[in-house]
Each structure stands twice: as structure tokens, then as C-alpha cells.
């Protein structure tokens, strides 16, 4: 299907880098929704809260996702959703020494 706002064909979403730690390749939907593949790598400064909702899905290493309650780790094969909103407030950072890579979706 020929310019189908269902396909996101990764030419048109080259893969940038977004800071020394962050690389994304993003496409959005017709629909409202982002689809985004990201590499993680480890260290770099500690990322502001994000109150954005994301289902994520981890391809390979490990990260973590802190919470004013808490904390949840996720490796290869994982999923977690975040809803959106300040009561679900977190920040991500990389566990070891691995990049992570993931899948996630969010509602642009």
C-alpha cells in the first residue's frame, strides 16, 4: 500500500541522534499516535519527568523507569504502559552496561 498511513517506512524516518545518550527514529500517525524505535545508552545526565502516557516494548537490554512511588525495571521481551499524567510522572535511565532498545507508542 502506496502512501498508507498504516506503514511508517524507515527511509523516510532515518534514525537521529537526539542527544549524546539518545538516538530516535520517529514516525506519527495520521491517527494522533507517535511510533518511535529508541537506543539508550548508558549514563548521561539525569532526564527531566516526563508526564507523557507510552506503551513501551524493550527489544534488548535493561532499563528502568522511576516514579514519585517507586521504580520498575524491564529487559528484552518486557511491556509496560504508562499512562499519561503528573501521578504517573517518571524517569528512564539504562540498567548495566548494555544499550536498550525499544519500541513505544504515545499519543502525539
Known amino acids: 500500500m502506496t502512501g498508507s498511513p498504516y506503514l511508517f517506512p524507515a527511509a523516510l524516518h532515518p534514525l537521529s541522534q537526539a ?8 514516525g506519527q500517525s495520521p491517527f494522533g499516535i507517535a511510533v518511535r524505535y529508541q537506543e539508550r545508552a548508558p ?7 516526563c508526564e507523557t502516557g507510552h506503551s513501551v516494548f524493550i527489544l534488548s537490554g535493561r532499563i528502568r523507569y522511576v516514579f514519585d512511588a517507586g521504580s520498575v525495571e524491564a529487559g528484552p521481551g518486557d511491556m509496560l504502559h504508562i499512562p499519561a499524567g503528573r501521578e504517573h510522572r517518571h ?6 552496561a548494555e544499550l536498550v532498545k525499544y519500541f513505544l507508542t504515545e499519543f502525539a
Open 43 to 49: 549514563g548521561g545526565p539525569e532526564p527531566a519527568w
Open 19 to 26: 542527544s549524546p545518550f539518545l538516538k530516535v527514529r520517529e
Open 91 to 96: 524517569k528512564p535511565s539504562v540498567v548495566g
